[in-house]
């Protein structure tokens, strides 16, 4: 309808304004003032987006009303505007590593990234909007600079933070492929087989349906039906690589903890039971999602629609 193409509109706009062009001036004041400024023109942009994006604060308050049931609908839009500010750090950090400074860091997990590179088999690393993925892929590449590491990324249309994003992975190695909206499905591109049998990993959000086309797969997620892509799970089997479930969280002040779980290998018995395995694949997924939220609720940055029902299964 027109008053949807207005709001969608609306929030394209406003989300080109705020997060770009502002994001652009306030880090070139920055370094002249000081970090200080930074972080309150940052509380302001998620404030901005709070009060003038309705239909995000919808998103997020149906998440926290899913994951913690039983609250007044007062408390979830508490916990949405405490997830908007809690974003203010992606922003902030990013802002350090564009300037050049370090962000501290723990892992776990990464011996079993490291076997697959020793190797030289490749693999895939599934990531999530739990924490910050960019902040990720650049300590991925601090872990191991012979790590060749090609990340697919959704194309929003024209926004200038993402070009920043992009920029600055580029810079440290990684290599960008952007799935726009039309185009076809980017796992099956020659790039993506051909960067896995020189024993190159993959990384690709798990959480995240980028366009009406991409073929999806139906889990339960917070006692929910949720579609999650099922192309990273496709892709795994039919280049027959592990699949690694990679997740990360803030844990002060230019610090995060990273964590990386054992792989998971699509292998179907027989041709008529792939589907089965890429469905077993996704809920495995959705079930550690489901549990690393649980345990750091307000690190979750997906601020889109995520249930495909209304009711609890």
């Given amino acids: 309808s027109k008053r949807e193409a207005f709001s969608f509109n609306r929030e394209r706009i406003g989300s080109i304004m705020i997060g770009g062009l502002y994001y652009r001036g306030l880090s070139w004041i920055t370094r002249w003032s000081g970090l200080w400024l930074f972080q309150t023109g940052a509380w302001f942009v998620a404030t901005g987006y709070y009060l003038l994006f309705p239909r995000r604060v919808a998103a997020s308050a149906a998440f926290y009303r899913a994951l913690l049931p039983g609250r007044s609908r007062w408390f979830y839009l508490q916990c949405a505007w405490k997830q908007f500010h809690r974003f203010t750090g992606v922003f902030v950090d990013r802002f ?59 194309e929003k249309q024209k926004e200038q933070i993402e070009k920043l994003q992009k920029e600055t992975l580029a810079e440290s190695g990684v290599r960008i492929v952007v799935a726009g909206a039309t185009a076809g499905s980017p796992y099956d591109t020659v790039e993506g087989i051909q960067h896995l049998k020189k024993g190159g990993l993959v990384s690709l959000a798990g959480d995240m349906v980028w366009h009406a086309a991409q073929r999806t797969v139906s889990v ?21 690589v592990p ?44 079930e550690r999602l489901e549990a690393f939220v ?11 629609a995520l249930f495909s029902d209304d009711e609890r299964v």
């Fill in 96 to 154: 350090l590593l564009q300037s050049g400074q370090t962000l501290t860091f723990t892992c776990d997990g990464l011996e079993h990234l490291d076997g697959v590179l020793d190797r030289g088999d490749g693999g895939i690393i599934l990531m999530s909007h739990v924490g910050n993925w960019e902040i990720a892929a650049h300590v991925l590449k601090r872990h191991r600079s012979d790590m060749a590491l090609l990340l697919y990324m959704g």
């Fill in 220 to 240: 339960r997620f917070l006692g929910h039906r949720v579609d999650l892509p099922a192309g990273p799970h496709a892709f795994a089997m039919v280049a027959g």
């Fill in 294 to 304: 649980r345990q750091h609720p307000f690190e979750w940055f997906h601020f889109r």
């Fill in 243 to 286: 699949l690694f479930h990679f997740f990360s969280y803030r844990t002060g002040s230019r610090s995060y903890h990273f964590t990386t779980k054992e792989p998971i290998y699509v292998n179907p018995a027989s041709r008529s039971e792939r589907q089965a395995a890429i469905q077993a694949s996704a809920q495995a997924y959705a």
